[in-house]
């Protein structure tokens, strides 16, 4: 892939703040894409969340393969993550997500009740770009939030939002970044947003994509855009085949190539094309070609 030009000052900043909210919390809640939850996910956590009380949301599982999202959370839960599945989009997410969350926290509200003292956890919300942090937050602290900081003048600066007797939530998320020393893996996150596309060469993403959709599914893929070649060894000509099956084509004859990848891409993050998983807990994620020079590339918020 090619070289991903960044900023790391953003990113050294992004951090900084991370850390420092770290130490405000008790529970750090981890938002990913159920698509890709190695992708989004980074070994640094280990360390900069230990202590903490972890939470894994496996959001935008509308858009995923119901059974992997069930090996991934039953792999979660072998390191003692609880981990479940959410649509952040959905009404009914907000009572599910606090559930999960209160439930989590129940050992610590127990401990505390001993002592005659009622604990109100802190919990915060992190994850990689694009991911549903924002639909989250807006979904459990939406009105109470709306309330204190949505009135000109009012500093929306590190503001807990009580979501019920027990939790309060800081209304602002934590920024990660993504495992992007691993080509595979920051193929994923192009695929689903969380690298900006003004960055990549969204062409080759988009080829990239097609070709590993025509592995992971064929039929649908071929539903969608009729006329691709099922066997193409090239993953670019997919992209001339999109251009053929959507009638792309330009004065002279010319493909137009790139609007076909910025369709390609949309209808994919959209779960247009098909519900499905790109990554499974039993993949071989340890090949690690070193071809992105910046090591954080992902957007900023
Ligand atoms: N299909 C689907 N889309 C979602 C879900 N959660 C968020 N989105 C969409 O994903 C996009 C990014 O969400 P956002 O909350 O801004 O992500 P953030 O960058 O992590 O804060 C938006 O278009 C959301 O509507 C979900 O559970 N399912
Ligand atoms: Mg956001």
Redesign the pocket.
Known sequence: MQTINWYPGHMTKARRMLEENIKLVDIVIE?VDARCPMACRNPDFESLFKNKIRVVFM?????SARETNKAWIAHLKSQGITAAE?????QG?KKTAVSIIEGAGKPIIDRYREKGIRKVLRAMVI????????????RIAGAARAQVGDRPGVTRSKQWVKVSDYLELLDT?GLLWGKLENEMLAKHLAYI?SIRDDVLDIEEIASLLLYDLMQLCPNELLNRYKKLDKDAEIPYELLEGVCRSRGFVLSGGHLDTERAARIVLDEY???KIANVSLEKPCDDFTSSVDTLDASNANTE?
């Open positions: 938002v959001n935008k599982s509308d858009l959410l649509v952040s989009t959905s997410s994850g990689v770009p694009n991911v549903g942090k924002s639909t989250l937050i807006n998320p947003g993050r959209g779960g918020e």
